[in-house]
């Protein structure tokens, strides 16, 4: 803030200590640092429905119906568990004939993943639940396929410690996609978004 000191005077006046003398005040010398923060809450909506619309009964089983993809791939990975605990085995009775089906099948897990990525994923007519739900069914799939790939270029171990290695990683990875599955199947029907940690943020990508 500046002030500027004047007196009127005239040209050959003299100043004394009587002299009057007015101040001048001018604002526009005045600097004033103002610093404001703006907080923008933005809430992401789009065509084929926001993430916060409530799914209608429809929307729920067609989201739920994807899982059904890695849950049949993931059954090959618990065959040494369902030999181990026939308990285990019993759990996925009901569900053997579809599964020899769909393995029966040239190329049935190829058909299934196009079908399903070309029919459903990119298919706007559907809402953003069940297009979200469509593509972490497909990651998680696709994440099931690597120990398979793995195989491939290193055999598995036949015996002593790397066997009980082998066998533990497989009924291991069996338990977790099936809690997995389950966790995503209730919360469709649920009509709430499961979201997968990982999987979740890349399927985020793909629906934008």
């Known amino acids: 803030m500046q002030a500027l000191t004047y007196c009127p005077l005239r040209c050959g006046a003299h100043i004394s200590a009587n002299t009057p003398c007015k101040i001048a005040f ?50 090959a990975y ?38 399903l990525y070309i029919g459903v994923v990119n298919n706007a007519r559907f809402s953003r639940f069940v297009r979200f739900n469509a593509v972490q069914a497909i990651l998680l799939d696709i994440l099931l396929a690597l120990p398979r790939l793995l195989e491939t270029v290193m055999s598995p171990p036949t015996s002593g410690w790397g066997a009980q290695l082998y066998i533990q990683s497989q009924s291991f990875i069996w338990v977790f996609t099936t809690m997995l599955i389950v966790y995503s199947i209730v919360n469709s029907f649920l009509g709430q978004w499961a979201r997968i940690p990982f999987i979740a943020e890349a399927a985020d990508q793909q629906i934008r």
């Open 78 to 115: 618990g065959r040494y568990l369902f030999h181990i605990y026939p308990a285990a085995r019993a759990a996925i009775q009901p569900f053997l004939p579809a599964m020899s089906l769909y393995h029966s099948l040239p190329f049935g897990s190829f058909i299934a993943f196009f079908g």
């Open 26 to 75: 001018h604002p526009a010398h005045v600097k004033i640092d103002r610093r404001s923060s703006i907080v923008v809450h933005a809430r992401y909506s789009a065509s084929g429905g926001s993430w916060n619309a409530t799914p209608g009964v429809v929307d729920r089983v067609v989201a739920a119906l994807p899982y059904i993809l890695p849950y049949f791939d993931a059954v």
